[in-house]
């Protein structure tokens, strides 16, 4: 794909083959057809059925308002794909150029997306994660089914787990009257995403609803009856809790595993990219013809010091697909870079919790309005000086000024004062538990000598 | 810097002589983003920089914090949440927005759809067979008047009485102590006291007789933020019902202008009904209702495109030349109902974004949609028509059309 006679000539007659059919993998084929690719268009997706939108899962789904096969992703334009569905891929071959499948099919592409996301990940032992009333929500079949347990009327919900699923599980129970036992590893819940201070919040809101919080705690066994079905959990601490119906929010897995011999920097912490979505391979050197969006990508941010960042945000697969669908048909000159800010939503306790940026690039976090105690106030977070994110609880409407911040590399603290002046307008240290290495298992082997002949293998007995 | 003086392009606007057409002479603002006047204010005109204020948390809306308030802008008593900040503001608009829109009253504009196309219908009816009608007086204000008396709870019979009132408010608005008569603003203030009144009494008799109107609920209703006091009841009904009909009728009549003036697009509305839809909002941006706020307070000093704007001043911001920003929007002079990515400031933008937009689509939608079906060739009595005074809600004051055999 040198000159732009070859460009011309692929947008009209070119083989795209999109590895992942949901949010991310739709709205690039969109898009490839929006920047005129006329081209043939492949779809591989592991579930079947038409794509469809996953923040109602925990949320609308759950509380039966809204039934699960009715989260179907609007269509913005006819894709005009061969959709190839309920068989994942199970290899890339780059030396080829085709994808397999786990049938045993292979599917010949001159350009392939990857946007397989990620899945939820399961309860440890698998014996138990088998139990009759154990759960995990990624799917619409996983929701349906635990939307089917909750409507049965549970004597009690252990929710394993308080990041942001794992709360919203836990509000829908409260909203639906059903007593909840939420446990979670950390100090607070919602800590790992926005720090202490916010999880002292988030704890305060769950207990005031009611919900039987247990923090720093783990669980260590879900024990069943005779007839397979869970009755009780036992914690670390010694404790136990009864619950016929038990959800596990651990967060996901990236589906990276059939990648592992491609050659692709991919493993546990998603597809290394350009900001232009092309993967990189196992060297660190820039693919032409492999593109990477979604959750599943991980991307550099110039923002934040260009560090490659992961994030499962649904506004993130949107542009993240739109950029990496326009640099698929687009020669190097016109190339996009993703830079947009991360933009985050949730929906709890009847508290609309939004954040702008990434609130862990921070060392400290501060309430610039609004009132804590009243659920109703944003916070800014800092970084060596300037901000970097920022998170509302039912304040939404302010975040646009907050990007603007971070944007422009503003000063951290933001000056004050404004006339919904928090009480206490102090900075305090951001306190996440612990550093999380983001790139965990990423071990690797160097062999050769002469520059022409270096080269990295993945070492992966060490993961 | 972006900072010079040009107080003669915003005399300009300002004075009646430019009101059929100040696009102009807002690109000429434009070259200005924020433009310091002679008097210490600032007129704000560019797309970005409005957007931007109007998401900053410095920017307030309560007189108290301008340090030189022009005579009249205090209004007497409890102000409305339009001219309040957080933490007030938010609770107000809350506690009205309970009985008007989502989560708590999700249903309510699209279960008023079938009572506006009746509506439309029977003014629509009067039509048949007339060779000229006023679109303002016949149609555009007769209109949402008679929605938002219905949705308040507002005797429709008493609208002679409050219409005057409405009239006397309105042209008090941008009163200039400088160039305006005293009498003016005497009017304005007179004319507020009474309309205040007038919805007192009305509130009085809705005390512990909850009815569907929003007067009622508002007197009856307990909810998580408790009760507004009597005050704060009218000083939000007296909002919603200046708000409510003062700016739609604009809306309704500067469509019908702009279709007569793109028969192509006209004749499309007929064939495609779902246009309408696009339509309004490239209307919203175009020839919106609401041309300018007249003014905000800087609550803090607040740094805009490179200009620091002192505490206390005052800021007035062009939401109608923001709308028309060639950098944010392309080929902004062309009207075009097919516009994507058509984020406009025709409602503003950020905490204060039109409360009642939702309804004020609905509207402009049917009534325009209804319209362009039922009259017979229509053609333009006179472009420009005679334009109202006010450079705030702009809008004409009479819009003759002929139809039928020509």
Redesign the interface.
């Given at each position: 794909m040198t000159s732009a006679d070859n460009l011309q000539a692929f947008k009209r007659a070119g083989r795209i083959v999109v590895v992942g059919a949901s949010l991310a993998g739709l709205r690039a084929a969109e898009a490839l057809r929006g920047e005129g690719f006329t081209g043939s268009l492949t779809m591989i997706g592991d579930e079947l059925g038409e794509p469809y939108d996953r923040p109602p899962l925990s949320k609308q789904v759950l509380t039966g308002w809204v039934p699960a096969d009715n989260t179907k992703l609007p269509r913005r334009r006819d894709v005009d794909a061969e959709w190839l569905l309920g068989v994942p891929a199970s290899g890339l071959d780059l030396a080829n150029n085709h994808v397999r499948l786990a049938d045993g099919r292979e599917v010949p592409f001159d350009r392939v997306l990857i946007s397989t996301g990620v899945r939820a990940r399961p309860w440890f032992v698998e014996s138990e994660a088998a139990l009759d009333g154990v759960f995990v929500v990624r799917t619409r079949e996983h929701a349906e089914a635990l939307q089917r347990a909750l409507a049965a009327g549970p004597s009690r919900v252990l929710v394993i787990g308080a990041g942001f699923t794992g709360s919203e599980i836990a509000s829908v129970c409260r909203e639906r009257d059903i007593p909840v036992t939420v446990a979670e590893l950390a100090p607070a819940p919602l800590v790992g995403a926005l720090g202490a201070m916010i999880g002292d919040v988030a704890a305060d809101v769950q207990r005031a609803h009611g919900v039987d919080l247990r923090c720093g705690v783990k669980v260590t066994q879900l024990e069943g009856d005779a007839q397979g079905r869970l009755r009780r959990a036992h914690f670390d601490d010694g404790t136990t809790v009864d619950a016929d119906v038990a959800v596990v929010a651990l967060g996901g897995i990236r589906n990276t595993d059939w990648l592992r011999d491609s050659g692709l920097a991919a493993g546990v912490w998603g597809i290394a990219c350009d900001t232009g979505c092309r993967a990189l391979d196992l060297n660190g050197l820039v693919t032409d013809d492999v593109f990477v969006a979604g959750d599943v990508a991980r991307c550099p941010n110039p923002i934040y010091e260009y560090r490659l960042i992961s994030l499962e945000h649904w506004a993130n697969a949107v542009e993240q697909a739109e950029v990496a669908a326009h640099n698929m048909v687009s020669g190097q000159a016109d190339r996009w870079p993703h830079l947009t800010l991360p933009l985050f939503w949730s929906i709890q306790f009847g508290i609309n919790i939004k954040s702008v940026g990434v609130p862990t690039f921070a060392d400290e976090v501060v309430v610039?309005?609004?009132?804590v105690p009243?659920h109703?106030f944003?916070a800014a977070y800092g970084y060596r000086g300037r901000v970097t994110a920022a998170v509302s609880f039912n304040n939404a409407?302010?975040l646009?000024?907050y990007r603007?911040l971070i944007e422009t590399a503003a000063p951290f603290p933001p000056?004050?004062?404004?006339?919904?002046q928090p009480a206490d307008t102090k900075p305090v240290p951001v306190d996440f538990p612990g550093p999380a290495l983001l790139a965990q298992g990423a071990t690797v082997v160097v062999t050769g000598h002469d520059p022409s002949e270096r080269r990295v293998t993945a070492a992966y007995q060490h993961r | 810097m972006t900072t010079t003086q040009t107080p003669d392009t915003l005399r300009r606007i300002l004075d009646y002589s430019s009101r059929a057409d100040p696009y102009p002479l807002y690109a000429e603002l434009r070259e200005t983003p924020v433009a310091r006047q002679e008097d210490g204010s600032f007129v704000i005109s560019t797309y970005r920089e409005i957007?931007?204020i109007l998401?900053?948390?410095?920017l307030?809306s309560?007189t108290r914090?301008l340090s030189c308030p022009t005579e009249g802008m205090q209004a007497e008593g409890t102000p409305a949440f339009i001219n309040l900040?957080?933490?007030e503001h938010?609770r107000l608009r809350r506690l009205a927005m309970r009985h008007f829109g989502p989560p708590h009253t999700p249903g309510l504009v699209t279960g008023m759809e079938g009572a506006l196309t009746t509506a439309v219908g029977h003014l629509i009816d009067d039509f048949a067979g007339k060779e000229r009608i006023d679109v303002v007086d016949d149609f555009a204000y007769p209109f949402p008047v008679a929605v938002i008396c219905h949705l308040l709870g507002v005797p429709r019979e008493d609208e002679p009485r409050f219409h005057r009132w409405v009239d006397d408010l309105i042209n008090s608005i941008d009163y200039n102590p400088k160039t305006d008569p005293k009498e003016k603003l005497d009017k304005g203030v007179q004319a507020r006291k009474d309309l205040r009144q007038y919805l007192g009494g009305l509130l009085e008799r809705r005390h512990g007789h909850p009815g569907d109107d929003l007067l009622s609920r508002l007197a009856n209703d307990d909810g998580p933020d408790g009760r507004m006091t009597d005050e704060e009841i009218v000083a939000t009904a007296n909002l919603l019902l200046i708000a409510g009909h003062e700016t739609t009728v604009n809306l309704i009549t500067n469509g019908m202008l702009t279709l007569l003036r793109h028969p192509h697009v006209l004749q499309r509305l007929c064939e495609e009904p779902d246009l309408v839809v696009p339509l309004v909002e490239e209307l919203l941006r175009y020839e919106p209702p609401v041309h300018i706020i007249p003014w905000r307070a800087a609550?803090?000093?607040i740094t805009v495109a490179g200009t620091t704007i002192p505490k206390g001043a005052q800021i007035m911001l062009m939401l109608a030349s923001g709308s028309r920003d060639p950098n944010r929007f392309h080929d902004p002079d062309r009207f075009d109902p097919d516009r994507r990515d058509n984020q406009h400031l025709g409602f503003g933008s950020?905490?204060h974004?039109c409360f009642g937009g939702p309804l004020a689509r609905r509207e402009a939608q049917i009534a325009l949609g209804q319209l362009v079906r039922h009259l017979d060739r229509p053609r333009l009595v006179a472009d420009p028509p005679p334009y109202r005074r006010s450079p705030v809600l702009r809008g004409p004051i009479h819009l003759y059309v002929e139809q039928g055999a020509a």
């Open positions: 610039t309005q609004g009132s009243d109703r944003v409407k302010w646009d000024h603007r000056p004050c004062p404004t006339p919904d | 957007s931007d998401h900053n948390p410095h307030s309560d914090n900040d957080p933490p938010d609550y803090s000093d950020g905490i974004l």
